[in-house]
């Protein structure tokens, strides 16, 4: 801490020279910095120089010591003022202690006096600067923790936490305009990842970025106050607006969605005008989000347009979907679509009764794919399962629906338009391109061509007189002769060639097919 600096006011010198000369003013932490020896100076002086302290005596020309220190004590309260007296004037300088006279020291002056009431007066000094500082410091942080506080009442607010008049107050405490006659909406914003690749981080990012944006969308608005929610939401609350908000809303939700790289939902509630009431709108802000569920995401969504909606209980119609299946047994994708389309163009009350209606035509699907014996491909038929659970959405879940019949539909035309000779004739060609594989067999290779192994079995042995597996074996056989003849490449390489990697195994297919062990098979070659 820098020197504290003292002013010494008599109108007698030598009062002042004793005052300077009676201690160490330097070693003590002080500076004389001026002598005055009116009241009239004085003041001069103490505007110049602001002093810590004042040592003043009370009889003085012109203006006394009590008059002197209620004015400086006006202008500089935090000045420390001890007034130099006689024991005939003690009586007369205790009366000021009211103006807030700091201490008194008595004519003739000692050392160890004036020692110990500077020591207190820097003690005291000290402990004013530390606590001013420690308020400056809490000042601060009131300020750089204000948006936080700020934000935790709106969230008190919305969530209906607290009564009219707390509400009121603290509104009042951060700049919130708040009047009888104040009209409430709320709008919730909902961010959505376009890709389950994204991380939490990522995603926080985009959170934050889209709040920006909100920010900035309203930013020319003081009757808008953007916040996060408890779910980190971003909450916006207009107050004394007219229809334009709603207009706004969407505005904002075509910038998001335009410049964010995500998906997005807004939900508007009602006009409240009671201050309690607010938490209502957010309630139905919340609600009106989650028709998302029947309208698709990238929407904005106002509560008073829904709140009629009676969803019903969804019951299978067992009409449409004998038809569906027939349409897709014979592969008519376009009227099995059609079919597809009524059954989901029922009222729902609920994302899981949708679903119900989404696993009646998946059933039939499948129930026409047994019937012409076409099998999918498992990890097809289970990602379109996980899809059609995960999918949060009507539009989405009729999407994945509708693809499903489509590529069925068409797989089950294309097998009826196709002779049995140009299927095996597709088949063979793919065993000749896969004979390395050594996962290749019946199952794989009906799957390949949405057949069942049973039939593709059969036809096998219809066309070519031998069964999958003896055909098969024959051509990989026959190229591990080519490569024996036409190449030095080792028994167990040949082998991997043709999709047999055990080189045992290999040698004793070879020898039962061909008639010859493999070296004896490269003997007659050289």
């Known amino acids: 801490m820098d020197n504290l600096k003292v002013l010494i006011v008599d109108d007698e010198y030598l009062i002042r020279n004793l005052l300077r000369m009676r201690i160490d003013w330097e070693q003590l932490g002080m500076s004389i910095v001026a002598e005055?020896?009116?009241?009239?100076?004085?003041?001069?002086?103490?505007?110049?120089w602001r002093p810590d302290i004042i040592f003043t005596d009370i009889y003085m020309p012109v203006m006394n010591g009590i008059e002197l220190s209620g004015m400086v004590l006006e202008q500089y309260p935090a000045t420390k003022i001890v007034i130099v007296t006689g024991h005939d004037e003690f009586?007369?300088?205790?009366?000021?202690?009211?103006?807030?006279?700091?201490?008194?020291?008595?004519?003739?002056?000692?050392a160890a006096?004036?020692?110990?009431?500077?020591?207190k007066l820097k003690l005291k000094i000290e402990e004013e600067r530390i606590r001013v500082r420690e308020l400056?410091?809490?000042?601060?942080?009131?300020?750089?923790?204000?948006?936080?506080?700020?934000?935790?009442?709106?969230?008190?607010?919305?969530?209906?936490?607290?009564?009219?008049?707390?509400?009121?107050?603290?509104?009042?405490?951060?700049?919130?305009?708040?009047?009888?006659a104040v009209s409430l909406q709320v709008a919730v914003i909902e961010i959505v990842p376009v890709s389950e690749q994204q991380s939490e981080e990522q995603l926080l990012l985009l959170r934050m970025e889209a709040k920006h944006k909100a920010e900035a969308s309203f930013e020319h608005d003081s009757g808008v106050i953007v916040l996060s929610d408890a779910r980190n939401r971003i909450v916006a609350i207009a107050m004394d607006r007219d229809v334009a908000f709603v207009s706004e809303c969407q505005r904002l939700l075509a910038d998001l969605i335009t410049s964010n790289r995500c998906a997005a939902n807004i939900g508007i509630g009602r006009k409240y005008r009671d201050l309690q009431e607010l938490s209502l709108g957010y309630q139905e802000a919340s609600r009106a989000l989650q028709y998302k569920a029947f309208v698709g995401h990238n929407r904005v969504v106002c509560y008073e347009d829904v709140v009629d909606h009676d969803g019903v209980l969804y019951r299978s119609d067992p009409d449409l979907?004998?038809?569906?299946?027939?349409?897709?047994?014979?592969?008519?994708?376009?009227?099995?679509?059609?079919i597809v389309q009524?059954?989901?163009?029922?009222?729902?009350?609920?994302?899981?009764?949708?679903?119900?209606?989404?696993?009646?035509?998946?059933?039939?699907c499948q129930h026409a794919a047994i019937e012409q014996q076409i099998e999918h491909e498992r990890a097809f038929h289970q990602e379109t399962l996980m899809s059609m659970l995960s999918a949060d959405n009507l539009p989405e879940l009729q999407s994945i629906v509708t693809h499903y019949v489509v590529q069925l539909s068409t797989t089950i035309r294309a097998k009826k338009e196709a002779p049995e000779g140009s299927l095996i004739t597709r088949v063979k060609s793919y065993l000749e391109q896969n004979m390395s594989d050594p996962d290749l067999g019946l199952t794989s290779t009906a799957a390949a061509f949405f057949i069942s192994p049973g039939h593709l079995g059969r036809l096998m042995k219809k066309e070519?007189?031998?069964t999958f597996v003896e055909y098969l074996t024959n051509i990989r056989m026959k190229k591990a002769e080519t490569l024996l003849k036409r190449t030095d490449l080792r028994g167990y390489e040949v082998g991997e060639q043709v999709g047999i990697a055990d080189p045992h195994y290999f040698s004793i297919v070879f020898k039962k097919n061909i008639g010859r062990s493999v070296n004896e098979y490269r003997s007659l070659k050289s």
């Not at 005055?36 to 110049?48: C, D, I, K, T």
């Not at 979907?321 to 059609?338: D, I, M, N, P, Y």
């Open 91 to 110: 009586e007369y300088a205790r009366k000021s202690v009211q103006l807030g006279i700091s201490d008194f020291i008595l004519k003739p002056i000692r």
């Open 36 to 48: 005055a020896s009116n009241g009239h100076e004085a003041l001069a002086l103490a505007e110049q």
């Open 113 to 119: 006096e004036l020692l110990q009431v500077t020591h």
């Open 464 to 466: 070519t007189g031998q």
């Open 136 to 180: 400056e410091r809490l000042k601060e942080d009131l300020e750089r923790n204000l948006p936080y506080l700020r934000e935790r009442f709106l969230n008190q607010w919305l969530t209906g936490m607290l009564a009219s008049e707390e509400i009121r107050e603290k509104a009042d405490h951060f700049n919130i305009p708040v009047h009888p």
């Open 321 to 338: 979907l004998k038809q569906l299946q027939f349409h897709v047994s014979v592969g008519s994708s376009e009227r099995a679509v059609e």
């Open 342 to 364: 009524a059954i989901f163009g029922a009222s729902f009350s609920s994302v899981s009764q949708f679903r119900l209606a989404a696993m009646d035509v998946f059933t039939e």
